[in-house]
């Protein structure tokens, strides 16, 4: 009785221009069809949270285990992506630079090259690419001196690497966030076989990045779905760079490609630069080294991210790990206090403030890099569902839920609930650990009234989940149909 009690009280809290408390009917049972999927897929009841919302028509509430606290995933993300909407603002964007130390006659800059890192989550190729025809423009060609990466825009914290359970550490969506991220510090392997020849093509071509190329050719044949090509970066003792080891056999007329990421985040960014520099014709004598802009040094040229709006969309419709936890640390680093240790412990501060002054109580929340990336982060189905409530109402409404997965088409869910009457009635984002399956955003139903619905599923063995979740959305979708009325005039 006093838990059902509760389950009002939550509700009457997400409705307050609603009925009574007490007159508000909520759902506090799973409907038939999802408990049977549970049951065939051996999962508890108790493993999965559900909370859903009607935000524009009549409907009522689910809140089943909603209160109890779970690792959402990368639905975590929308946390993340809400508070930096509303905190930095849609039109927010990140700014990286180029210096000069020395004086710059006839083409020569007789002196260090600067490159300023300032947090940009989408700092790719084509934008450093445009930098540095702008320091061409300016009449650069040969620097005497060093290239120097200022990385000192984020207080970086001390986080544990997280554990993917496959040993690879070269997975891009492990790539950790820094001041200085070049285009996400990934590199694209092309391997072709033609005329008995293997070759192996790297995106950037690093310039610190020596490819050692041992695959076999073999006779012409069905090419493989999974090719056999394997790649072992070994880093040079130094620091300096790497060599590329790569292995296999690849059929005549065959191809395969890939993208790991290589190198830690300067001696990436340097290989990048050098490489780019290299292709414009330009030369740098110096060697690398990473160090701030000395206060007298000059402007050569500046390039500037795409607004945050366009960012997030990246982030929730593609779970991009990296350029979030490049967002969570930016909106730390915006609002920095001298008692925060880091920028990490400053996001968190700053979320925590924002989530009461828009009077949200969120006890089970814990943030630790806010993407979702992480064995320990923490959110119950209830409080992700007030937070989608809040932003259904916020300035950027339009903004947020546009840069969701929409089902059925792009994004996450785009090969999900497709030839179903969900295909592009949904905005949502998806979760998805080795024991965690998740979606939040917004579904309609079939009477064109928009929810907000969150399912979570933590399981050590969640096989057969993200059938469980779709099944939600479909009970979702299935409302009484209501009797259409007419307008008269």
């Known amino acids: 009785m006093i838990q059902m009690l509760r389950r009002f009280a939550l509700v009457g809290l997400l409705l307050p221009l609603a009925l009574p408390v007490t007159a508000s009917p909520v759902n506090t049972a799973l409907p038939a069809s999802i408990q049977k999927a549970l049951q065939k897929s051996k999962i508890n009841t108790h493993s999965l949270a559900v909370a859903t919302l009607p935000l524009t ?6 809140l089943v285990n909603a209160d109890v606290s779970m690792n959402p995933a990368s639905t975590m993300k929308l946390v993340t992506t809400y508070a930096a909407l509303e905190l930095l603002g849609p039109a927010y964007q990140w700014k990286t630079e180029f210096y000069a130390d020395g004086p710059l006659k ?3 800059l007789n002196g260090n090259l600067y490159l300023k ?3 940009d989550p989408k700092l790719n190729l084509e934008k450093l690419w445009l930098m540095m025809r702008d320091l061409r423009a300016n009449g650069v060609q040969r620097i005497t001196g060093d290239l120097v990466l200022d990385r000192s825009h984020f207080i970086q914290p001390q986080l544990p690497m997280f554990n993917d359970d496959g040993g690879d550490p070269h ?3 492990l790539v950790t ?3 200085l991220l070049v285009n996400l510090k990934a590199v694209r392997l092309v391997t072709r076989t033609a005329d008995g020849k293997v070759s192996v093509f790297m995106d950037p071509p690093l310039t610190n990045v020596t490819i050692d190329n041992q695959i076999k050719a073999l006779p012409a044949a069905k090419c493989p779905g999974w090719p056999d090509v394997r790649f072992n970066p070994v880093n040079n003792a130094d620091g300096s760079g790497a060599t590329l080891v790569v292995t296999g056999k ?3 007329g065959c191809s395969a490609q890939t993208y790991i990421s290589l190198l830690d985040h300067p001696a990436y960014a340097a290989g990048a630069v050098r490489a780019i520099w290299q292709e414009l014709g330009g030369s740098i004598q110096g060697g690398d080294r990473v160090a701030e802009v000395p206060k007298n040094a000059r402007l050569l040229a500046r390039t500037f991210s795409p607004d945050l709006a366009e960012i997030i969309r990246d982030i929730n419709k593609y779970s991009n790990n990296t350029m979030c936890r490049q967002l969570f640390l930016s909106l730390g680093a915006q609002f920095r206090t001298s008692a925060d240790a880091d920028d990490a412990k400053a996001a968190q501060r700053v979320i925590r403030q924002w989530l009461a002054r828009k009077g949200i109580t969120a006890p089970h929340l814990v943030m630790e890099n806010g993407s979702g990336l992480s064995r320990a982060e923490r959110i119950s189905a209830w409080e992700m569902l007030t937070l ?7 300035p950027y409404a339009a903004e947020f839920i546009s840069s969701l997965p929409l089902v059925a088409t792009d994004g996450t869910m785009r090969k999900r609930l497709t030839r179903t009457p969900l295909a592009g009635q949904a905005h949502i984002k998806t979760g998805t650990l080795n024991t965690v399956r998740a979606i939040a955003g917004y579904s309609r139903d079939v009477n064109g009234h928009t929810w907000a619905v969150v399912a979570i599923l933590n399981d050590q063995r969640p096989w057969g989940a ?3 979740l779709d099944q939600v959305l479909v009970e979702l979708y299935r409302q009484p149909k209501l009797a259409s009325t007419t307008v008269q005039r």
């Open 466 to 468: 993200t059938s469980i």
């Open 106 to 108: 006839d083409g020569v």
């Open 171 to 173: 997975r891009p969506f």
């Open 117 to 119: 890192g300032g947090g």
């Open 250 to 252: 690849l059929p005549e």
């Open 177 to 179: 966030p820094d001041s």
């Open 57 to 62: 028509g009549p409907g009522t509430p689910t």
């Open 388 to 394: 989608l409530q809040s932003a259904w109402h916020s």
